[in-house]
């Protein structure tokens, strides 16, 4: 076994970087990882940014967040890589990231999200030290739920405009 | 006999000053301590420190307490800003398992005043303060400062996030 094989056998944590930020998942919530080049953006919807087909026939929606982890309609110049992520219902998320770093637990020291950073707007279900860096804890169906809110908020919002614009909401 | 307590006395930007008891004072970081920063935290949250292996949340009271000179308060949503002081402080209960809940830091634009209280130097919240109380245990009466209030740490840092919207924000390029 090489030694890359035997450092992800003994990971039980991948680290995914949005710019500055990165946050740890539980491996096994990561999919697969993908060349952002196989994104078909012809298949652009709401603000997924187009469509991947995996290897096992299926496709996954394609997601941009930067390190404010707000949705962006483009991939940030230095994200080139797609993590798909299991979204907690037997479906894949994927998104845009920079890096992928497979993690043995041992190498996080967890905290609990402060009281004062604690909001249902988030993903992070609490913060860890990673090499005297700070990074957040989440998993895949958290960050497939907090994609589909965000996504569903500016459905809204485009359906509650262009009903302005045919005056049928006054 | 009047009683006294030690305390320090902390210069919050702005205009905006404040104490704390002199227990509650662990460490001070001085020249722009490293802010770590965390998406999707309210604005008086700029980051969070790392101190001691400790992850310290840090709070700019300033934009918490939306007070003191708007102009004075830096951005809210980066890492710049005026304080470039932190101090670390303790909220209750710093050992053990609940260490990390414990602790947090302020960013202040000087380093802390050791002071002396007296019971006598009690005096009412000033007005402007007044719908802010929940995060002030008393109020004395400062010799050059006027009414100085006594910060509530565990209030403070149980502030809650205004942000309630599910879902990340939208850029469009």
Do not use: K
């Amino acid at each position: 076994m090489t030694a890359l094989a035997q450092q992800f056998q003994a990971a039980q944590y991948a680290a995914l970087s949005f710019g500055r930020f990165r946050v740890v998942v539980p491996l096994q919530d990561l999919h697969s990882l993908e060349p952002v080049l196989d994104v078909d953006t012809q298949q652009r919807n709401g603000h997924s940014i187009g469509s991947i087909e995996l290897r096992d026939g299926c496709s996954a929606r394609v997601y941009c967040l930067d390190e404010l982890f707000s949705l962006c309609d483009a991939p940030p110049s230095d994200q080139r890589i797609c993590a798909v992520l299991d979204d907690g219902a037997e479906g894949q998320l994927c998104l845009v990231c920079g890096t992928v770093e497979a993690l043995p637990g041992e190498v996080l020291t967890d905290f609990p999200m402060p009281a004062c950073m604690t909001s249902a707007a988030t993903p992070l279900a609490g913060l860890a030290l990673l090499a005297g860096r700070v990074v957040g804890r989440t998993s895949g169906a958290a960050l497939a739920q907090f994609v589909a809110a965000g996504s569903a908020a500016a459905a809204e919002a485009i359906c509650g405009a262009e009903q302005l614009l045919d005056g049928t909401l006054v | 006999m009047s009683g006294h307590a030690q305390g320090w006395l902390l210069r919050l930007g702005g205009g905006l000053h404040a104490a704390i008891g002199a227990r509650e004072l662990l460490y001070v970081l001085p020249d722009e301590p490293q802010l770590h920063a965390i998406p999707l935290v309210p604005p008086h949250v700029p980051g969070v420190l790392v101190w001691e292996n400790f992850i310290v949340p840090t709070l700019d009271c300033q934009l918490l307490l939306q007070v003191g000179d708007a102009a004075a308060a830096g951005t809210s949503t980066g890492l710049r800003s005026l304080r470039s002081i932190a101090a670390i402080v303790a909220m209750g209960n710093t050992t053990g398992a609940q260490a990390s809940t414990g602790i947090g830091a302020l960013l202040l634009v000087h380093v802390p005043e050791q002071i002396e209280v007296r019971d006598e130097q009690e005096c009412e919240l000033p007005p402007a303060l007044h719908a802010l109380r929940r995060f002030f245990s008393a109020c004395f009466e400062h010799a050059e400062m006027g009414p100085v209030p006594i910060l509530d740490l565990p209030r403070l840092f149980t502030a809650p996030s205004v942000r309630s919207r599910r879902g990340p924000a939208i850029l469009n390029h």
